[in-house]
């Protein structure tokens, strides 16, 4: 253990026996994080709940008596930011949580085992929650394979399914946040919701890795009346 360039304590996992190279970089890189330790601190499920909070501190997109759609919500860390904005624990607000994978209870968070690709979701999601949406965020991140052109198309793919889910479920004037890499989202996608939204613009949080291709495309004001009112 030493010390890094900002003073503070390093933690070197050593290397050797089964583990792979790129398993201990990520284990260092988690024992080193300041936004995983403050994450177990503040009892939030994903460093990534800091990135939400940065995003709707600068941009207020959660309000109280909102109803949001978080997917790909596991392990939580969005889906719990959401519902202490929206009051959801006190009934004034909604949170539904989406994703293929389990999911510990979230108070004040409706969770559905759901594939939001499914054609059958967004009206599954409309009964959850009594109407449209006023958010659908994701903080997706396709299952990565190394070939980085083939995990492009899966991500864009990804982000692409989630926007076309969100003009599915959403209320007139909604907003849609999305994780999206590289460049940021693609140019045919970028053409999409700026027909669909009344704004649409790329934010990079301070909670996102600095050496991470990571971003977020942001639209607000959907132009859409697809959810009932």
């Not at 968070?109 to 009964?127: I, M």
Request: glycine residues 10%; contains cysteine; hydrophobic residues 40%.
């Amino acid at each position: 253990m030493a010390k890094d360039d900002t003073g503070r304590l390093h933690v070197t996992v050593k290397s050797g026996g089964k583990r792979k190279l790129s398993s201990k970089l990520w284990l260092e890189r988690q024992l080193n994080d300041p936004y995983v330790a403050q994450a177990k601190r503040d009892g939030y499920r994903s460093r990534a709940a800091y990135k939400l909070i940065e995003i709707d501190d600068k941009y207020r997109i959660l309000k109280t008596g909102q109803s949001i759609v978080d997917l790909g919500a596991a392990p939580g860390g969005w889906s719990q930011i959401a519902a202490k904005r929206v009051s959801a624990a006190e009934g004034k607000g909604r949170v539904v949580a989406i994703d293929l994978l389990d999911m510990p209870e979230i108070p004040g968070v409706n969770f559905a085992r759901l594939d939001f690709l499914d054609d059958a979701a967004p009206g599954k999601l409309r009964e959850m929650i009594g109407g449209g949406a006023d958010v659908v965020m994701s903080d997706m991140a396709a299952n990565t394979t190394g070939h980085r052109k083939t995990d492009q198309l899966r991500i864009l793919g990804l982000v692409e399914g989630a926007a076309a889910f969100a003009c599915e479920v959403l209320k007139p004037g909604g907003t849609f946040l999305a994780k999206v890499f590289q460049s940021g989202a693609d140019a045919a996608l970028l053409s999409q919701l700026k027909r669909d939204f009344s704004s649409v613009r790329h934010v990079k949080p301070a909670a996102s890795r600095q050496d991470s291709s990571e971003r977020y495309v942001l639209a607000t004001g959907f132009r859409g009346s697809n959810a009932p009112a």
